[in-house]
């Protein structure tokens, strides 16, 4: 058997948050693709405590990413909340990010968002260009939006999307080329009609809201978006990320330790499941339509970590 290389999920301690990498290594050890899936954690409860310390968990990254400021290939973000957002800039500080996913949102939605944000800078939602020129290294980051999941990405084939895309259907795959397939899917949800009916109840034309509106309505705005269940923040980018397991040539050994021996793999988990499906905060609303899309497409089966 020959070997292409391995990739090192890592999953970070964060409490309440989200935090997860995956880097690519070639078959001489050397990083070749790097991603990671949200960044941030809250700073509430437990996690409000003087030990808890953030920079360790960037300082985690750094360590599984050899301690060199390589850079990130593709960072996906779920949906903009502290809890997996604001831990972003100490993330990309002196280093590069080439490409930014997130989910596709209306104006109106980013505006209520920012005007509740607590705890994390929200150039990142709002002009998210500036915020990645300012704080990373590169000024070239290629911010790509995904649209929300349709009826018609369920029956639809599974496309490559183009690398400097800037707005992407659900269910595209983004290469990482490294045999390996990133498949985003955005799902939106339905408190966000809930709250354009509340809105309008109070007289608020939420698509018409101009700057001094969000001034003047700020108090009442934020009534309606903390009295409903969930907030409307809950746009969860999910993500399938798996070996493309169409190249024949691709076999999977999975090992379930830190550090791999070489032997045990072939022992334990040939030919594993050695996909994950990051969910953010998704409250698995559209499950089952999911599920008949990884079915179609045979990559059900490829799932085996969530």
Known sequence: MKLFGTVSRNIYPVGQGGFSSEIHHDCDGKINFVAVYDCG????????SKNFNQKTLVDEFLVDSNNTKIPIDILFISH???D???LIKALIKDRAVKRVIVPLMRKWKKKIIALCAEGWDTQLLTNPKDFFNLHALNSDTIITEVSALTDNEYNSEIDNAAADAIQ???GNSISSNTNWHYIPFNIEPERSDCFEEKCKESDIEIDKLTEDDLCVKAKQLKKIYQELSGGINQNSLLLYSAPDYSNKTVETLQCPGT??????????ACDASAGCLYTGDYDYSHMEKLKVFFVSKNLIGNIGTL
């Not at 550090?259 to 334990?268: D, V």
């Open 80 to 82: 903009f909340d502290q």
């Open 168 to 170: 992407i259907p659900s």
């Open 84 to 86: 997996h957002v604001s």
């Open 259 to 268: 550090f791999c021996c070489g032997g045990c793999c072939k022992k334990l």
């Open 41 to 48: 954690v809250a700073m509430t409860g437990t996690n409000s």
